[in-house]
Each structure stands twice: as C-alpha cells, then as structure tokens.
C-alpha cells in the first residue's frame, strides 16, 4: 500500500494558542500555534515548561489531537474499504452467475472536534528566542522553562 499523509489544523484557543501535554509530568500547557508551526523556524525537541524535560515535539501531542488523528486514519481507510468492495460487487454482480454480492457500506467513526477551552493560565514570553507559551501557574510550580530553548523563564 502506498503512503497517504493525513494531516489537519488544530483550532486554537481566542488567542490562536494549542494544548499539548508534557509526556513526562503529563502537566498541560499551550503554545501559539502560528509559532509552533513556522516553517522558517524548524525544530525538532520541546522542553517541557514545569518539568524542563526534552523530547522530540511528536511525544507532546495533547490525547485529543492523537485521538483525533487515530479517528481521521480509520475514517480513510473504512472509506477506502468501502471503494474496494464496492468495484468488487458491481464486477462479481455483473458476470451473470449464480453468486450475487450484496455489500453494506462500513460506517465511519465520528471525529471530534478540537476546541480549546478557555483555561486560567499566564502568557510568557521568552527573553532569549521570543517565543510564547501559556502554563497553568499554580501554587506548586515556582519555575517556568521555555518550550523552545528551555530557558528558565
Ligand atoms: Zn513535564
Ligand atoms: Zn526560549
């Protein structure tokens, strides 16, 4: 089979930023998705803001945007199920012999819409790469690091 890219766009919060989830401490946190997506500022690693943790950007993925693609992926390929036995019953139906294909159309899954809650958290911007991120500032947490760099803000 060959490769199919699925992709789809993440709708940010009022401000445009996105929920991702450290897979370290599983704290959330946002980021501008317009920053996170630039092209011209490629990277490979996030730095997660509580914990100061690295990992490649993929490990960050919030469960509803993973949930969301795992959903978008059945969907093609129930859809790509369904074209192939449907040429199949209209070429067996069409050679007048006595085994008749009846085939139901397999129902896709719903897929969910992503909306971002409008939570209590505090904009920082980092002094070092100008980035932005939203972290949830409770109580427990006396240091931020910056996402991108992983400067202690
Ligand atoms: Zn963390
Ligand atoms: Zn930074």
New binding site residues.
């Given amino acids: 089979m060959s490769e199919t890219m699925l992709s789809f766009t993440i709708q940010g919060d009022n401000e445009g930023y996105v929920t991702f989830t450290?897979?370290?401490?599983?704290?959330d946190f946002k980021l501008q998705a317009g920053e996170y997506q630039n092209d011209e500022e490629p990277f490979s690693e996030l730095f997660?803001?509580?914990?100061?943790?690295s990992k490649e950007k993929a490990s960050f993925y919030s469960e509803d945007v993973i949930e969301k693609a795992r959903e978008l992926a059945t969907n093609y390929a129930i859809e790509e199920l369904n074209k192939a036995f449907g040429k199949m019953a209209k070429s067996i139906n069409r050679k007048k012999g006595i085994i008749k294909m009846t085939y139901k159309p397999l129902k896709k899954v719903n897929v969910r819409e992503l909306k971002e809650k409008d939570t209590q958290e505090v904009e920082f911007q980092c002094t070092i790469c100008n980035h932005h991120t939203k972290v949830l500032y409770c109580a427990g947490a006396s240091k931020i690091f910056c996402p991108y760099c992983g400067l202690d803000l």
């Fill in positions: 450290c897979p370290y401490c599983n704290s997660c803001p509580y914990c100061g943790l």
